[in-house]
T-cell receptor, first 111, second 114 residues
């Protein structure tokens, strides 16, 4: 079983809409979480990190972390066609160099 | 600014062939990674290295070898390519022991096996 479960597999939203992605971890040692975005033909690029419980907002992007339930989410408001990409959550535990990825969510923003 | 360079960008191999992928970074990062990405799917860790000459196995290390002869470079060898295999191999690097920094990725090497 994957240590980081991500949902949904794919998502379509209209331009200007809200896109939401979810990840649940099965490893209570995970302390550090990131969201990455990958456009077609490119390598993944880190969007934002979240290490503490609660919300973290950066522009149109808001991440939420609940360590008790091992749940992390990412919300994109006012989605743009350029946001269409593959989104991954990733997690690591304290003192570990291993970064474990979820299976990804393919986002399509329709003009 | 720094960059992670992966070579080659595209690699076509034959079944059973030994294939080597290379990665160079000029960030002076200590830790380097190799991940495999199957079409439209998540990344799985093959090998990582926390310093020069160090090698650590990830969950997907079987069928692969790796080498970290210099701090700036990390190579991956597919020991015997599997027929019809298609995947993207991604190299990444980060500062050692710093959980606050997300690893940075290269653009990938796309492998096809005939």
């Amino acid at each position: 079983q994957q240590k980081v479960q991500q949902s949904p597999e794919s998502l379509s939203v209209p331009e200007g809409g809200m896109a939401s992605f979810n990840c649940t971890s099965s490893d209570r040692n995970f302390q550090y979480f990131w969201w990455y975005r990958q456009h077609s033909g490119e390598g993944p690029k880190a969007l934002m990190s979240i290490f503490s419980d609660g919300d973290k907002k950066e522009g149109r992007f808001t991440a939420h972390l609940n360590k008790a339930s091992l749940h992390v989410s990412l919300h994109i408001r006012d989605s743009q066609p350029s946001d269409s990409a593959l989104y991954f959550c990733a997690a690591s535990s304290s003192g570990s160099w291993q970064l474990i990825f979820g299976s990804g969510t393919q986002l399509t923003v329709m003009p | 600014g720094g960059i992670i360079t992966q070579t080659p960008k595209f690699l076509i191999g034959q079944e059973g062939q030994k294939l080597t992928l290379k990665c160079q970074q000029n960030f002076n990062h200590d830790t380097m990674y190799w991940y495999r990405q199957d079409s439209g799917k998540g990344l799985r860790l093959i090998y990582y290295s926390i310093t020069e000459n160090d090698l650590q196995k990830g969950d997907l290390s079987e069928g692969y070898d790796a080498s970290r002869e210099k701090k700036s470079s990390f190579s991956l060898t597919v020991t015997s390519a599997q027929k019809n295999e298609m995947a993207v191999f991604l190299c990444a690097s980060s500062i050692q022991g710093n959980n606050n920094q997300a690893p940075l990725f290269g653009e990938g090497t796309r492998l096809s096996v005939l």
